[in-house]
Structure formats: structure tokens, C-alpha cells
């Protein structure tokens, strides 16, 4: 079920991903709807990233099935799953450092005609419109998640929470129907966690559906009406943050990771 009467963009069914003898992510089934934000929480090794990595295609899933916008996307590969509209950011952003953050965001696109050298030779006048179109695009987004006015800076002099934006902006060129956000709050000072969070919201409200992997909180309940908790691989329970967060199970797991 999605938190929402929508059909769900996202159904992923029994996923399931062993490394060796053990099992990380241990028959996990999600349904979201474009309007939704579902936060992921649990404690650390809960297999919250393996999730990720099997939703991206970066890892390859044992079991189970995944479909976008009822595509079916188990067994199709990282870039194809990108052009279907499944976006993602990292814990650790990496952007090109000597590139400006304008030109970080316009290797993002996903339309780029003009990288083939066929396309160069035969469509030179498509490619400049198409470069011109990015651009005004690129400006736009960066506009969005208030960058602006460090377009033609190198993404090296960018601050960790400015990172996370201009991350924010490359995935949002790409045109995603989802968006997983690995730990948007880490390594942000609490001045740009506001406007982090404003952003993440206004980007849900464009009718983009917002998976969010996090530790902090704050930034949970102030995102995600709901959220699954993962522990040792498995959901061990679904609801309100305020809600699941309360249950003895949960703190159990939370405490379990604590020294004593
Ligand atoms: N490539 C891998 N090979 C072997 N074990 C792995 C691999 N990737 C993850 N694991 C193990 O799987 C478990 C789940 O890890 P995962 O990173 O998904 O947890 P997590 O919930 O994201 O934790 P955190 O909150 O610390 O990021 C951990 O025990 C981890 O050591």
C-alpha cells in the first residue's frame, strides 16, 4: 500500500541481496506514490544503503522485482534505469571539483546529442540548440535550489550543504519520476538544513516521489508523513515517524547499536 490513493510509481516486491552467507536486505517490498516522501530509517548496517544500490542497479538483486512507473527495471542496468526517471544522490557527494557547479549540472542532461561525434558531424546546428536549451535549463534548476549565484564557481569552493544542493540540481536535470536521497542532512551545517529541506519538499510538490534514507530526526518528521524502519535487513515496522518511533522493538534495535 502507498501512503497515498494514487498508484504507486515505485513497486518494488521481495527484494533480497546476500553478500556470502549473509543476507543484507532480506525480502523488502515498497509502493510509492508521486506525491509521497517515504522515509527509510534504522540503525547503522540495517541494509538501508544495499536497498539503495539494489533500487539504482548498482548492485544486482537475488530476488524480487522492481518497477517504475510499471516498468519493469530488476534487471536493467544503472544508466537505463536513470533514463526511466530514477534518480539518486549520495551520503558523500563527489562533484567534479574543477568543472563550474553550471557545468557540473550540464553533464547531468540526459539528451546529450551532441556527445556522439556522428551527432557533432551530422546535426551541428541541433546540437548548439539542444547546448542552448540545457543551459536556460541548467539556470533554471540552479535557480531552484538556490545556487545561482555561484554558477561559475568550481564546485570545489562549494561547502558540504551546497554539495548536497548542487547534487540535488544534477539529479533533477536528469527529469526523475523518484529520487533516492541517501542522507541529505549529513555534513550540513543546520543554516542550509532548513533550505535543504524546503527544497526536498518543493521538489515532491513538482510530483516527483522522494525515497529518503536519514539519520537526523528533525529532517524525518519534518519530511515524511511516513516511514519504514529496517533492521537486520528486514522491515521491521511502517507508519508515522512519531508512531513507529515509540514502539519497544524500534528503540530496541536503536539501542542494540548503542556501547553500553
Ligand atoms: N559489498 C558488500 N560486501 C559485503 N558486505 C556488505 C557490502 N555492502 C554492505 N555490506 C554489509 O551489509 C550490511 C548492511 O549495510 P548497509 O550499508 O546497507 O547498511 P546501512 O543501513 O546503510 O548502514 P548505515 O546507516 O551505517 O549507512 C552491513 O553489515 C554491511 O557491512
Do not use: W
Not at 556470502?20 to 523488502?28: C, K, L, S
Not at 519538499?201 to 539519520?215: F, P, R, S, T, V
Not at 511502517?238 to 548503542?258: K, S
Amino acid at each position: 500500500m502507498t501512503g497515498s490513493s494514487q498508484p504507486p510509481i515505485l513497486k518494488a516486491r521481495g527484494i533480497t541481496k546476500s553478500f556470502g552467507g549473509f543476507r543484507a536486505v532480506n525480502d523488502i517490498s515498497l509502493d510509492l506514490a508521486a506525491s509521497e516522501i517515504l522515509g527509510v530509517i534504522g540503525p547503522n548496517g540495517a541494509g538501508k544503503s544495499t536497498l539503495f544500490n539494489l533500487l539504482a542497479g548498482a548492485l544486482p538483486v537475488d530476488a524480487g522485482s522492481i518497477h517504475l512507473a510499471g516498468k519493469d527495471l530488476t534487471k536493467a542496468r544503472p544508466e537505463a534505469r536513470i533514463l526511466s526517471g530514477l534518480g539518486r544522490t549520495f551520503q558523500i557527494p563527489r562533484p567534479f571539483p574543477r568543472m563550474t557547479v553550471l557545468e557540473n549540472v550540464m553533464t547531468a542532461a540526459q539528451n546529450q546529442l551532441g556527445e556522439g561525434l556522428f551527432s557533432a558531424l551530422i546535426a551541428p546546428r541541433q546540437v548548439a540548440a539542444q547546448e542552448r536549451t540545457n543551459v536556460v535549463r541548467a539556470r533554471d534548476i540552479l535557480d531552484f535550489v538556490s545556487l545561482s549565484h555561484l554558477e561559475d564557481q568550481p564546485a570545489a569552493v562549494l561547502s558540504g550543504g551546497q554539495r548536497k544542493l548542487l547534487e540535488l540540481a544534477r539529479v533533477l536535470m536528469a527529469e526523475p519520476k523518484l529520487i533516492l536521497l541517501d542522507e541529505p542532512a549529513a555534513g550540513v551545517n543546520p543554516a542550509l538544513l532548513d533550505l535543504i529541506i524546503d527544497r526536498i519538499h518543493a521538489i515532491n510538490k513538482l510530483g516527483i516521489a522522494i525515497l529518503l534514507i536519514e539519520h537526523n530526526m528533525e529532517m524525518i518528521a519534518r519530511l515524511c508523513p511516513r516511514v519504514i524502519v529496517m533492521a537486520a535487513g528486514k522491515s521491521l515496522a511502517e507508519g508515522a515517524p512519531e508512531e513507529v518511533t515509540r514502539r519497544a522493538d524500534v528503540i530496541d534495535v536503536y539501542l542494540e547499536g548503542m556501547p553500553a
